[in-house]
């Protein structure tokens, strides 16, 4: 675990529809979920509410970028949802490739049992957890944190 930074992070997984929310306990033992926030003008409040329960270290925002590597649409949007949030906490903002956390968390949630239909409203919490993860598991690994920073709009003085 050299070179892990302690402390709490919230995993964000931004849909158009919802907003899946998983949280890790300060040595990232494990990343569970949290909440199914609604995609909606109130869904940052709600998320800056959470994050006020958790004081996370920094907020780990998944990136849907195609299979290739390259933006989509949802790319653009989550990058967005991620500036509008760092602006809004000035709780720091890593943005990490999701690609298939989505799909992962619809297999996981089926082999548990669970029909895509019953899983709708907590895949997003599932993919949230599986990015978090998998970012908490690249820095265990590494000694380096995933992803990139949302650079602080601040300049320096």
């Known amino acids: 675990m050299s070179g892990f930074r302690r402390g709490v992070r919230l995993g964000i997984d931004v849909g158009r529809a919802r907003v899946g929310v998983a949280r890790c306990d300060p040595d990232g033992m494990l990343a569970v979920p949290v909440e199914t926030v609604p995609r909606d003008e109130a869904s940052i409040d709600r998320i800056l509410q959470i994050a006020q329960e958790y004081d996370p270290l920094e907020f780990v925002v998944g990136l849907p970028v195609n299979m290739q590597g390259a933006d989509t649409l949802s790319t653009t949007d989550a990058r967005e949802f991620a500036a509008v949030l760092h602006r809004r906490s000035r709780v720091p903002v890593r943005l990490v490739d999701e690609r298939l ?57």
């Open 101 to 157: 956390s989505t799909v992962t968390a619809h297999a996981a949630l089926r082999s548990s049992g669970r029909s895509q239909k019953k899983s709708r409203s907590i895949v997003d919490q599932v993919a949230a957890v599986v990015l978090l993860q998998q970012a908490i598991d690249m820095e265990k690994s590494t000694g380096n944190p995933a992803g990139a920073m949302i650079p602080s709009d601040e300049e320096p003085a």
